[in-house]
């Protein structure tokens, strides 16, 4: 399990540009989309606040984290969006806590670094029409990333 945690960190990292073009083309404005990106980072604050507190099976914020980025194909609700925001920002507030308390969190870390730089260079050269796709196939992954960890889990047990 100790590989998944930095491929969902440099997959976050990597898709958020094209998350952001989502979200301000989304909402029109500039000041609307500070307003809402505010909801996000307030979630994040949560989530991070709240891992502390209690915590669940790390597969579900995983696959929500997915099923939101899978979203982007089909919302243009302000309010949907909106509510989307604030749950992004808890899950990878949540995720980030669960992962910062791993074991192989400062190895991973360089890594992460070096991994997103190095991907962010070749999807430089790669000419973006819709970024909802980029966004939804990484929500795919994180689904199919979540569906794993649990039956290894239970496999496990």
Not at 41 to 59: C, D, E, N, R, V
Not at 105 to 124: C, D, N, T
């Amino acid at each position: 399990m100790t590989k998944w945690p930095l491929f969902i960190t440099v997959g976050q990292v990597i898709i958020f540009p094209y998350y952001l073009f989502w979200l301000k083309n989304s909402t029109l404005t500039f000041s609307l989309f500070a307003l809402i990106f505010a909801l996000f980072s307030f979630g994040a604050a949560l989530g991070y606040h709240l891992q502390q507190k209690w915590t669940m099976p790390i597969a579900l914020p995983i696959a929500l984290l997915g099923m939101i980025y899978i979203l982007t194909l089909d919302v243009e609700s302000l309010y949907i969006i909106s509510v989307m925001q604030v749950i992004l920002g808890f899950l990878q507030g949540y995720f980030r806590a669960w992962h910062v308390g791993q074991e192989t969190y400062k190895l991973q870390v360089v890594w992460h670094y070096v991994i997103v730089g190095l991907a962010m260079v070749a999807l430089s050269t790669v000419t973006i029409v819709v970024p909802q796709i980029f966004v939804a196939i990484y929500g795919f992954m994180l689904v199919i990333c979540a569906i794993v960890m649990a039956l290894k889990k239970c496999k496990k047990k």
